[in-house]
């Protein structure tokens, strides 16, 4: 059973008017007022045509919204959707919120929700982002189905992209992590997943929650948490990833920073699992269409801004660089910081060499591990530059071969890793 106590005692009073559950999908929301309404519509269809005789809940946790986010959550009516025979749901679709904090903190809403999850007793949950303007009933049914019917402890999803879209899961999250913890489990940093009562259980368990990497990221981190720990994991195809036009784009080093983060600090805690145990990357269960699906009409990209600002993040940062990369990773990329826009290029074997060296210097703690991982954007910033001179004319094809290329040398690199890992320098 879960510890409560840091739950409000109005919504521990509506847990128990809604007695045990079947399944639950909760929405993290902040200023969520012009999309969530669409969000919810599309989940309540999904209970009635697909869960007919389960028990269910929408569970919204708010992190201070300012509009009419929590309204709507609570106020709006619950539509009773009939299919082709005119049967609706036999059981009633409960709708429940709380509000947390001032301000939206990822680790506290999943916390919540995990902690609602194990008391309610649910046997499969999904987390769907309120910001989702294209979800769908299929969507809802992709990720709880995994876990319901066929006995999966956590789903990621697979979406369409553009070629430009996804970069960070594209270059570094997922052929690092495939490389190192043997796992081809592609998004593994979304809005949208899903897992069982008892992943939620044991991640509610931990004593994480108070780690600045795990309440920005929590998502990757239980993610990680799946793989390491013997539970079974897979991922579902849901279709495009749609951001709503009056929500802006997340900002690029905030997001680098916090997955980075994240991820390091997995590798760090969960090194015992991997660092001495040889591995090969094992295709995830994945449910719907398979593969990754491209969309066709992305805008394009201009690599100047970015290589702009990788030139000047590299000399502005050349002394915390020298304590972070050796000194001929940090004289290659001083060289590529001299090359033009025409062909500027950073090397695979380079990005992957200098991401391992951040790594394995986090875990050295040369510096505060924040300044590590701040350190790191300029690179990064280089590295998208990089791909998007490289893939402007591109097809889908040329793309993913490309992108199997480069786990291929995350995976060749390994044992650098390990030895950087093992022994200081």
């Not at 079947?22 to 869960?51: C, R, W």
């Not at 309610?120 to 009933?137: H, Y």
């Not at 983060?261 to 990357?281: G, N, Q, R, Y």
């Not at 000399?315 to 062909?343: C, G, H, N, R």
């Amino acid at each position: 059973m879960a510890d409560e106590n840091f739950l409000a005692d109005d919504f521990v009073r509506q847990l128990m008017s809604v007695g045990e559950v079947d399944l639950m999908v909760g929405l993290p929301t902040h200023n969520s007022e012009s999309s969530v309404g669409e969000v919810i519509a599309s989940i309540d269809k999904a209970f009635q045509e697909k869960y007919k005789r389960e028990r269910v809940v929408i569970v919204g946790v708010d992190g201070g919204s300012t509009d009419g986010t929590c309204d709507v959550i609570q106020k709006a009516d619950i539509v009773a959707h009939q299919n082709s025979r005119g049967i609706t749901s036999l059981r009633t679709v409960h709708r429940i919120m709380t509000k947390y904090d001032s301000v939206p903190v990822p680790g506290i809403a999943l916390r919540t929700l995990l902690a609602t999850a194990d008391l309610l007793r649910a046997k499969a949950c999904a987390i769907i982002s309120p910001n989702s303007v294209n979800v769908t009933p299929e969507w809802v049914e992709n990720l709880l189905e995994p876990i319901y019917r066929q006995g999966l402890d956590f789903v990621a999803p697979i979406y369409s992209r553009h070629k430009y879209d996804g970069l960070l899961a594209r270059i570094l999250l997922y052929p690092m992590t495939r490389a190192t913890l043997g796992s081809r489990v592609y998004e593994l940093q979304s809005d949208e997943f899903a897992f069982s009562g008892k992943l939620a259980s044991y991640c509610l368990n931990q004593e994480v929650w108070h780690n600045e990497a795990i309440r920005d990221a929590p998502q990757t981190w239980m993610a990680i948490t799946a793989i390491c720990n013997d539970f079974k994991y897979g991922q579902s195809f849901l279709g495009p990833k749609v951001r709503p036009a009056n929500v802006p784009a997340p900002d690029l080093v905030t997001v680098v920073r916090q997955v980075v983060s994240a991820l390091f600090w997995c590798l760090e805690s969960e090194s015992s699992v991997w660092i001495d145990k040889p591995t090969a990357a094992l295709a995830a269960s994945t449910s719907g269409v398979n593969g990754h699906h491209w969309l066709e009409g992305s805008d394009q990209a201009n690599p100047t801004r970015g290589w702009e600002m990788f030139r000047t993040g590299i000399t502005e940062l050349t002394p915390v660089l020298q304590s972070i990369v050796t000194k001929d990773t940090l004289s290659e990329i001083e060289k590529t910081a001299t090359l033009e826009v025409p062909t500027f290029h950073i090397p695979d074997e380079l990005w992957v060499k200098a991401l391992y060296e951040f790594a394995a210097s986090y875990h050295w703690d040369v510096l505060s591990r924040d300044h590590v991982v701040q350190a790191l954007v300029p690179l990064y910033r280089g590295k998208i530059s990089s791909y998007l001179i490289r893939h402007q004319d591109s097809s889908f094809e040329q793309i993913d071969a490309h992108a199997e290329a480069l786990c291929q040398e995350f995976e060749k690199q390994r044992p650098y890793l390990i030895e950087r890992w093992k022994v200081k320098s």
